[in-house]
DNA sequence: AAGTCGATATCGCCA
DNA sequence: TGGCGATGTCGACTT
């Protein structure tokens, strides 16, 4: 690890030339102007922010407010560092598609570099895949007789989440979400239903389930203008939401 | 502007607890676990990690690799350090939802805390807001005759973005998006046209026109079936997207 | 390389 | 405060 407080932009550039060149993550915090040309165009006026480029390529720009950055590149760029007029350019830029950002900093509080070394085995509990694993380990959950015969089941309009039969032997379109829905959900489960019955030739009927823990207004309106089912179900059985929606139901 | 490099846990915690009561932008590099709960649930086990806190209340925990932070706290939260076994524990917390985060380190590379000011006068261009001016300035980009007649028209689907006739007086529902669009905004679109002709009661036609710089395969037969229709448009007229475009129509 | 969709999405706007 | 849709969304997975 190095860091230098205040440094000079030459030691700030050597510290920064180094650590991108060592596969460090790089820390550089000032006052800066910043511009980007890509996917969209954007300029920042002076401010001072905390810059960090990543050994993957990646680059943040955070000012003091907002969880998202106010700038940045994604992974795979290429990250570069230069005096211009004496000034510390961080500069980061890709190709598909093509788009560069660009920091001058005029006054430098802080530059460090990091050897960071991560297992990353990140445990994630609560979502969809959660919910569809719930399903399948207890189809009752979304109707009694309900039989599931494959996921991801391909149709023109995308893959079915849940794909099965119920009790008479109708075609079931099942669409999964972790939290509460909105109209988004119920088009996605309009293009799945309107596909699969194109699919079979209108041979049976297809029933079209929407499977989250609550729905809003305008989306249970839109359901039932389509002749589409609503079941309400959480990701996880214990959570405190499941609790609060068994409170609402009562 | 306050650096530590490799401090005791006991420095760090005072640093952090200043850092955090003086509205400074906190940040702190070390080994670490990671434990979050509220929306979902997660776990990280050891590993070196930047840790940044804001005065705002977001809290970040980035590793190496990755755009995202590995794991993160919203704007509004409430930040707290301590000592645990002798350890520094860093949480942040909040209601509405309920969740918190706790991240707690065994080793310390470098804890810092900076005063940051920023004007935060981030200009844009290239989004959805520039397409809709474009198009509003020249109709006729849409189609010949055609006339704005509202933007965000509600509708009980939604918020059509511009809504308007055509040369023969027919209703025509605009969907605007900045990049090349896949089946979600052709099912954003039906819903609006659906929900239009209930409005209207059958009474006219209504026409749906998805104006974006290009659509996938799937996408375009989707609005094939659902008789309707594709205007290719950029949210900037000099765009090197745009040339592209272009020169793929020839 | 492009398409598709989930996400602890975040963020801004508006009722 | 919740609903709704845009985002330079990102990221994972599939084709």
Redesign the pocket.
Known sequence: MRSLTRPSHEDALALVVDGIEAGALVTVVGRCT?E?E???E?TLGPGERHVMLKPDG?AL?HTDE??????????DCDHDASLVDGELLVESHRE??T?Q?AVRFDSLLQASAFGLTDERD?S?A??????RERVLADPDLVEAGFVPLAT?R?TP???V?VYGEDSEDRAVVV??????V????VG?LT??VDALERDLHAERAVRGILVAP??????RRLLAERGLEFVALE?TAGSDADRQSDADSR
Do not use: F, I
């Not at 669409?175 to 509460?180: G, V």
């Not at 609550?214 to 989306?219: G, K, Q």
């Open positions: 910043v980007y890509g996917r969209a954007s990646a720009v907002g969880q998202q950055p106010v700038n940045w590149q994604p992974p598909t598609p788009e950002l990140l994630l609560g979502t969809e895949e959660d919910l991801e391909a309009a995308g893959a989440d669409e999964l979400k972790r939290k509460r909105g109209p988004d959900a996605q293009r799945y609550s729905v809003t207004d305008r989306a990701p």
